[in-house]
């Protein structure tokens, strides 16, 4: 069992930039794919990115390639979601994900089995 908290969420203007963290519990975090998923309000929950157990595999959403990056520190259970030139449509609440498998997948959320209770991201025009 893994239990995942996402923190760093906030306002900030457009152009800006935050940084998410997730922090796992549990030994098995460094054998698990961990994903980056957000969810605009009235929407459905899309993939973000994610990250491969040994941190040398990412892959990225079309939307926010060369502006998010995903990175994880194994010795302190975490897993990072950098988000610079943030935009409005960026608003969303964000939520990491934990996949044992250990590879990076489709980025379907159904990969997923592990899952935080998101952190809510703002971005003002």
């Known amino acids: 069992q893994v239990q995942l908290v996402e923190s760093g969420g906030g306002l900030v203007q457009a152009g800006g930039s935050l940084r998410l963290s997730c922090a796992a519990s549990?030994?098995?975090?460094?054998?698990?794919?961990m994903g980056w998923f957000r969810q605009a309000p009235g929407k459905e929950r899309v993939f973000v990115g994610a990250i491969s157990w040994s941190g040398r595999t990412t892959n990225y959403a079309d939307s926010v390639k060369g502006r998010f990056t995903i990175s994880r520190d194994n010795a302190k259970n975490t897993v990072y979601l950098q988000m610079n030139s943030l935009k409005p449509e960026d608003t969303a609440v964000y939520y990491c994900?934990?996949?044992?498998?250990?590879?990076?997948?489709?980025?379907?959320?159904?990969?997923?089995?592990?899952w935080g209770q998101g952190t809510r991201v703002t971005v003002s025009s």
């Open positions: 994900a934990a996949d044992p498998t250990g590879v990076l997948g489709l980025g379907f959320a159904s990969e997923y089995h592990y």
């Open positions: 549990g030994r098995a975090f460094s054998s698990y794919a």
